[in-house]
């Protein structure tokens, strides 16, 4: 057990506080894509703090993949109010699924303005009736001389009126069966025949579409991995999102705020972290956490020491990190009572209504990212060795 | 950055499990539950026989002096087999109080007899803790007098570690006059505990212990054993659960292959699986960030207590009315994490004091 970086990561820690220090002032405005944005993340990228182990060519920093080194750049940034790399589905799901399985000519088109935030791109997989079952999806693809014809409809697609172009699984093999019909489509959002309808959502945001595809034409070159590889290709994106939900390192500076107020909201004058029963139920909270953050530790040394196996550790991070977050929000609204319905400019509105606001977005991804349930099939089946359920005749 | 367990600290365990298989089976459990004390007796030997009573105690007194982290996973292998000897409170809480504590005299008189497998001393902090029934003791002029409840490790003991209500540690000879051992029998039959009640009884203080941070180290000690003798025992009953539902058919369908099934498992498998870096990380703690480790010894008993006592009930149901006989058997992991819960502590007391710990009164 050593929990030490060690000493030659000290010179790279003060390298990373002094590039915070000179840019703290930093302020970035205009919306995604906006000039200053891009050439904050262009400055980012040059002094190794994002895209770092993706190569020059493709327009990362082309430094080694050092776990440790992330790690202090996630740290030193976490602690600052300096802007923060640009995120989003593209950086996170895309480009890591192109570096493996894109060809050279995609990979040259579309890492390095993707990294640069030049290009946004949003996730078109789930349908109205493909949702835990994702497989059974429907949208159609058929190729038309050198173009795809896309037709169907998508939902649940985040960002999609911000984005310039669209990661989409389409069914290209009818008659093959579910796993083996789809592909892995790049679509140009404004492609002709895209109509897309916000979805308003509990918390009152609209961050999610509908789109509807009809007769959209794309390049047949327009396609990672092969014909029917497509469900392939995803799932290694999947990966990707799971493993970004729910960090303990941020539901920690949560928990930080949840004692702050807890301290400061009284009941007849008295404080609410000193009414025993809420005090047990904020300790409870953070004993989970605690828990979560040491195996977030044994998952951090497994990708830094090969031979430690994590698999059930990594399997689980998405069940338990939604599940508390969810349950730590609602104790803040538990610990506010009635002033914790307050919501949008309403007077006496604590923290502009973030708690109400999480407590119901972390609903959504108890659901989303493949539901809670889901990650119960996958917990059961891959990590413990139990059976798939058996198919029942006629659905 | 390596987090996680030796070579060394997996081969220790692997050959406490392979001892535990072979030497303390089923049938083995069943008989000392039923009051074989040969067969107890066996298994102790054995257990000294691997080193496990010097563990802790520094090799000046014939000792290993291995860290906490070591104690904690022969603790969770102990809990996976249910083994039924004495181990934290004899072998190390009794060495940790007495050599932090202790005078040179007191630790030369002490520490090679434990190291040795000499001697079991038992280990009376719930008057500390909590105490119930207006118990505890009181030392006048060298002597002590007064009643503790669930002495661990207690039963046949050489000596008796006990703490008064501020913390300080007395150390008695059990063969001195004035000692009534009352044997308490719990639901967990694979330990034994007893009260004492004293009646001037000579008795030592361990002189350092009148700092409080003695006590508190012991405490932490303790609490993360048997917090890991929980995870031991959890673990072998998500096993056994798994391996049951893999068996059992119904409906013309194994039972594991019900989503009902699937998902009491996998919860189990998701509460459980961070309570093994938990016991790790708590037992660094103890070893190199003492700043830390108070909160998180706290934490990971009160934590685990709650896991645990949620695995064994899924476990149980998961073997249907199989899990609620004796045959099975799998109740005698059930008592033991059902014991290991209240000890030095319930989780709402435990969670009181960690919110002591960090300041949370005014």
């Known amino acids: 057990m050593d929990l030490e970086y060690g000493p030659q990561y000290d010179d790279f820690r003060a390298e990373v506080i002094n590039f915070i220090k000179e840019n703290e002032n930093t302020k970035l405005s205009g919306p995604p894509r906006s000039e200053s944005r891009v050439e904050w993340q262009q400055k980012l990228i040059d002094n190794g703090y994002f895209a770092r182990s993706i190569p020059k060519e493709y327009g990362g920093y082309g430094g080694d993949m050092d776990i440790i080194k992330l790690r202090i750049i996630a740290e030193e940034f976490a602690k600052s109010p300096i802007p923060k790399p640009a995120g989003g589905q593209g950086i996170q799901m895309l480009v890591p699924t192109l570096l493996s399985l894109g060809t050279e000519e995609q990979k040259q088109e579309y890492i390095r303005p993707t990294l640069r935030g030049e290009i946004l791109w949003c996730q078109g997989y789930s349908e109205p009736n493909s949702g835990s079952d994702l497989a059974s999806l429907q949208t159609k693809a058929e190729l038309d001389g050198d173009e795809w014809v896309i037709n169907g409809q998508k939902i649940w697609t985040s960002t999609a009126h911000l984005s310039q172009m669209c990661f989409i699984l ?225 659905a | 950055m390596y987090f996680g367990l030796s070579e060394e600290q997996k081969s220790l365990e692997e050959n406490i499990n392979r001892f535990l298989a072979d030497n303390a089976p089923l049938d083995t459990i069943k008989a000392v539950a039923e009051g074989d004390t040969d067969k107890a007796r066996e298994v102790h030997r054995g257990i ?96 002590l007098s007064g009643r503790c409840l669930f002495i661990v490790d207690g039963k046949d003991a050489d000596a008796y570690l006990l703490a008064n209500k501020s913390g300080e540690l007395y150390i008695v000879d059990s063969s001195n006059s004035g000692i009534e051992v009352i044997e308490l029998t719990t639901v967990d039959k694979t330990r034994t505990s007893i009260e004492l009640i004293l009646k001037d009884v000579d008795a030592e203080l361990l002189p350092g212990s009148t700092d409080k941070s003695v006590i508190e180290k012991v405490l932490d000690a303790g609490r993360l054993m048997l917090a890991a003798d929980t995870v031991g025992a959890a673990q072998v009953m998500l096993d056994k659960s798994v391996a049951y ?67 064994s009930k899924t476990a149980t149901e998961v073997h249907g009315g199989m899990g609620f006989t004796d045959e099975l058997g799998l109740h005698y992991w059930f008592k033991r994490i059902g014991l290991n819960r209240q000890l030095l502590g319930s989780p709402e007391l435990i969670r009181e004091e960690a919110g002591r710990i960090q300041g949370f009164d005014q």
Request: proline share 4%.
């Open chain 1, 170 to 394: 389409v069914r290209t093999e009818p008659d093959a069966p579910k796993h083996q019909g789809i592909s892995y489509l790049l679509m140009p959002m404004d492609a002709e025949g895209i109509d897309r309808r916000p979805i308003k959502q509990m918390t009152g945001d609209s961050d999610f579409n509908e789109l509807f595809l009809t007769d959209v034409r794309i390049p047949a070159g327009n396609i990672v991995g092969a014909r029917g590889e497509g469900w392939k290709v995803a799932n290694a994106t999947l990966g990707h999102e799971r493993g970004s939900l729910a960090d303990p390192n941020v539901t920690q500076n949560r928990l930080n705020s949840l004692i702050d107020l807890m301290k400061n909201e009284t009941i007849d004058g008295q404080r609410v972290i000193d009414k025993p029963i809420f005090r047990d139920r904020l300790l409870s909270i953070q004993g989970r956490l605690m828990a979560q953050h040491s195996n977030a530790l044994r998952i951090l040394s497994s990708q830094i020491n090969k031979e430690q196996d994590a698999t059930l550790a990594k399997f689980i991070v998405k069940l338990q990190g939604t599940e508390l977050r969810h349950e730590l929000e609602g104790l803040a609204i538990d610990a506010m009572g009635e002033l914790g319905t307050l919501y949008e400019d309403s007077p006496h509105l604590r923290d502009n209504g973030v708690w109400q606001m999480t407590y119901m977005y972390y609903l959504g991804l108890i659901i989303g990212g493949g539901t809670n349930q889901i990650q119960k099939n996958i917990i059961s089946e891959r990590a413990l060795g139990m059976p798939k359920e058996p198919k029942v005749q006629g």
């Open chain 2, 48 to 143: 000294i026989d691997l080193g496990l009573s010097g563990l802790v105690v520094p090799e000046e007194y014939g000792g290993l002096e291995l860290n906490m982290l070591f104690a904690t996973v022969v603790s969770a292998a102990l809990g996976s087999g249910t083994a039924p000897v004495p181990y934290v409170g004899s072998y190390v809480m009794a060495p940790l109080a007495i050599n932090l504590g202790g005078e040179e005299n007191q630790k030369n008189q002490w520490l090679p007899k434990i190291a040795g497998g000499e001697c079991v001393i038992g280990v009376g902090l719930s008057e500390y803790v909590g105490a119930r029934e207006d118990a505890g003791i009181e030392f006048v002029n060298g002597k």
């Open chain 2, 245 to 311: 539902s893999l068996e059992r058919k119904q409906f013309g369908r194994l039972i594991g292959s019900f989503q009902a099934v699937k998902h009491m498992c996998a919860e189990m498998a998701a509460d459980l699986e961070p309570c093994h870096s938990m016991i790790w990380h708590a037992a660094h703690c103890l070893d190199n960030v003492p700043e830390e480790s108070r909160l998180m010894a706290c934490q990971t008993k009160a934590h685990i207590s709650e896991v645990g006592k949620q695995v």
